[in-house]
């Protein structure tokens, strides 16, 4: 039987905070049809120390393809990390898929490590295209499919439609992974990462989904959300998932929908939810919010962004500053964290913008205990995204050309040259700091000594980002010695 092999790169530091790394949802999902038809297994670098040697055993002369996914950013430098093993390996195509892929096919088959790339959504897609690389047919007229010609050209394919019905297609491949290992803890839990829908209508300048989802909200129905919610809690005892979706609560019916239907399922059940904007928890009523409360909510992710009502103007977000903070007094009479994402080094951002954002990071955790905050992110602009294209018109922007420039970008760093010096060098030396504000750290499954870490580095951090003061950076040390200790 022809076999095909999947490979999930690392993402980095982003993962390494946790005990256990996310479900690879996004290969699961694209190999729900394959997985029926072809021998199929999973190399992970995240959790396999030996991939290396994994990937020597999996990849045989019976090997159809390997398939990779990819994210813009750090992550491609671990993609062309295993990309390169897997060509001293085979012969077979490697297909790459996923968010940079998606939007930047042709930059991604200019490698040498890339083959073919699956545009957009995958599981229809990459079916099609293991039948058609089965009976070695030609590539032409598979939607949503890039790939170099004979001659080496780059030919891009008509685009797919986009999935309307979510429920007609295939469920993902739970039998390739050991769930167990995919359930970081969070609140003495282990939590599992689901999708429920897809897609966001908002226009955020900064964000891709634009491009991939057509500014579309697609969702699951109440019933068929929850079916697959206690599917998996009967069937393989998961009993906390966290919901991946850009923006769930965008159908509030549906999402109101379901949680009634978790509140009155007599399971012991919890849930995150990554997808809830500003003007979606100021239109929750009091009796909307308890029933989430009811259903088993326990945590959300909101894009607070900045502290700046010049940046939001910017970044097109519907909200105020103000709006942020009512939302939040608002939660913080309920018992759900609130984990709010911060980024900064937007094209015109001043250091007093930088902070108003300081300001608010510390208002939020005061006001609200239950209020957590990102670090701030050092904004890199990606591909297909409004800010994308304005960088590159107004201030001279000099995206990566390759994919081994995009290897170097590092979300903990500043990576773009349209900064001035001192804004630059702020905004490089508070990332640290605004990682420990708060007590995050307390309910994750990080390692103990990390949290004894947090508690006593928390007040200076406070101290440091209250009074703007981030000279005499030990951080840069400590950061350096947690790395360390996190990659061993």
């Not at 390996?89 to 930059?107: E, K, N, R, Y």
């Not at 083959?115 to 229809?124: F, P, T």
Request: aromatic share 10%; with cysteine; glycine share 6%.
């Amino acid at each position: 039987m022809a076999q095909v092999v999947l490979m999930q790169p690392s993402v980095g530091d982003m993962d390494e905070l946790r005990d256990a790394p996310h479900l690879p949802l996004g290969l699961l999902a694209t190999a729900g049809n394959a997985v029926e038809r072809w021998e199929t297994v999973l190399v992970d670098q995240r959790l396999d120390g030996n991939w290396k040697e994994s990937l020597e055993k999996a990849i045989g002369t019976d090997t159809l393809c390997t398939a990779i996914t990819c994210m813009s950013g750090p992550q491609v430098r671990f993609a062309l990390e295993m990309a390169k093993e897997v060509k001293q390996l085979t012969d077979a195509p490697v297909i790459w898929g996923g968010m940079h892929p998606s939007l930047m096919p042709g930059q991604v088959l200019a490698s040498s490590l890339a083959d073919i790339v699956v545009r957009g959504e995958g599981e229809i897609t990459f079916y099609e295209l293991l039948k058609v690389l089965e009976k070695k047919r030609s590539l032409e007229g598979i939607l949503s499919v890039s790939f170099k010609d004979g001659g080496g050209a780059i030919r891009h394919n008509e685009s797919r439609p986009l999935a309307n019905d979510l429920a007609g297609l295939p469920e993902p491949a739970w039998n390739l992974v050991d769930l167990d290992l995919y359930r970081p803890g969070f609140l003495d839990r282990r939590s599992l990462n689901i999708e429920l829908s897809r897609g966001c209508t908002r226009k955020c300048a900064y964000c891709y989904n634009h491009a991939l989802s057509r500014s579309k909200l697609r969702t699951l129905l109440p019933e068929a959300a929850a079916k697959r919610l206690f599917d998996l809690h009967d069937q393989r005892g998961v009993d906390s998932f966290y919901v991946v979706d850009d923006n769930l609560f965008l159908n509030k019916g549906m999402a109101l929908g379901f949680a009634q239907i978790l509140k009155e399922c007599k399971r012991d059940i919890r849930w995150q939810s990554q997808g809830m904007d500003i003007r979606t928890i100021l239109s929750l009523k009091h009796t909307e919010l308890e029933l989430l409360v009811e259903s088993g909510l326990n945590r959300i992710s909101v894009g607070a962004d900045s502290g700046s009502q010049r940046i939001l103007k910017i970044l097109r977000k519907a909200y105020t500053v103000e709006e942020v903070l009512e939302a939040n007094r608002k939660l913080a009479r309920f018992p759900i964290i609130v984990y709010y994402s911060f980024l900064s080094g937007i094209p015109g951002e001043s250091e007093e913008d930088l902070e108003r954002t300081l300001d608010l990071m510390l208002e939020l955790t005061d006001q609200n205990s239950l209020a957590r905050t990102s670090p701030v992110y050092n904004y890199f602009p990606l591909p297909g995204t409004e800010l994308w294209q304005r960088l590159i018109a107004e201030y001279g922007f000099r995206p990566p050309a390759t994919l081994d420039e995009w290897a170097s970008v590092d979300y903990a760093c500043t990576n773009v040259d349209y900064l001035s010096g001192p804004m630059k060098k702020k905004l490089g030396l508070g990332y640290f700091p605004t990682l420990f504000l708060d007590r995050k750290f307390d309910e994750y499954g990080a390692p103990s000594w990390i949290k004894l870490v947090a508690d006593f580095y928390r007040p200076v951090a406070r101290f440091r980002v209250k009074h703007k003061f981030f000279r005499f950076p030990v951080e840069t040390v400590l950061g350096k010695i947690l790395r360390t200790r996190w990659s061993t």
